[in-house]
């Protein structure tokens, strides 16, 4: 069992920049994937931006080149550095984390992007 606990969430204007962190229970070095996901009221849950356990990284769309996913393995911690930061990235963001078969999630923080 793997618990993931996301913190950095808040209010910031448009344009501005939060910092996202998922702190996980135990290392992360063996995690097959961990990602964000978001999800707006009245829409589904989606992947915002995932890292392998070799490094790789992968983004949505609409968040590439504003948002950078991280890892420091020795701190158990992931994080989302997300930049430039539109009304549209308003929502619940949650930390995901794949251990063999085993999928495991954060409670979420919630983001919102207002004047």
């Known amino acids: 069992q793997v618990q993931l606990v996301e913190s950095g969430g808040g209010l910031v204007q448009p344009g501005g920049s939060l910092r996202l962190s998922c702190v996980a229970s135990?290392?992360?070095?063996?995690?097959?994937?961990m990602g964000w996901y978001r999800q707006a009221p009245g829409k589904e849950r989606e992947l915002v931006a995932s890292v392998s356990a070799g490094g790789s990284t992968d983004y949505a769309d609409s968040v590439k080149g504003r948002f950078t996913i991280s890892r420091d393995i020795g701190k158990n911690t992931m994080n989302l550095q997300m930049n430039s930061l539109k009304t549209e990235d308003t929502a619940v963001y949650y930390c995901?984390?794949?251990?063999?078969?085993?999928?495991?999630w954060g409670q979420g923080t919630q983001v919102t992007v207002s004047s």
């Open positions: 135990r290392s992360i070095f063996s995690m097959k994937v």
């Open positions: 995901r984390g794949v251990l063999g078969t085993a999928t495991f």
